[in-house]
């Protein structure tokens, strides 16, 4: 009897940590076709977004345990850091949009990136660090309360899914 309820209690406490996969597929205005995969580390409290779209491909780590998003824009070539405010996404609501396939109802949060490129990415973490490895790394930090919501700046590095918008 002990060993059933062990044994339950396992592979209960083992789909809560589990990591969730999900893949949306959509098409653009343009015919083409842009695939975004969100996994999520329960147990870590970490969240990766692949954003496959050409040229304007992008990924992301959200630490959830650290409170820090990094995000690697390849048209650009950066890493940018960001710190996630109370109001960031939580893994919750990314599963969420992600389950329901759909475009997120989150308000948009415009950062300035400094120009000053971060010395030791990996002070960060080791995911961070494997994601910029070889391109330079800045912070970026969130525009006055007046300024959110629009982009000041010429930019296509909005990323939607987390409300955020880069301006270099």
Known sequence: MKFLI???FGVLLTVSLATDNVDISNSGNDS???NQQVNINNQDNI???NHFNGWNSWDSICD???GFAVTRLYNMKVCVITKMKPDFPSMEHLKA???KQQAPTTQMTTYTVN???ILNIGEYSHQAEALCRGMPAYIGQEMPGSARGFAVCCSS???TILGINFCF
């Open 6 to 8: 062990a044994a339950v």
């Open 32 to 34: 083409g076709s842009v």
């Open 47 to 49: 969240a990766n977004i």
């Open 64 to 66: 959830y345990a650290r």
């Open 97 to 99: 949009v992600a389950d």
């Open 115 to 117: 120009k000053t490129p």
């Open 157 to 159: 590095s909005s990323i």
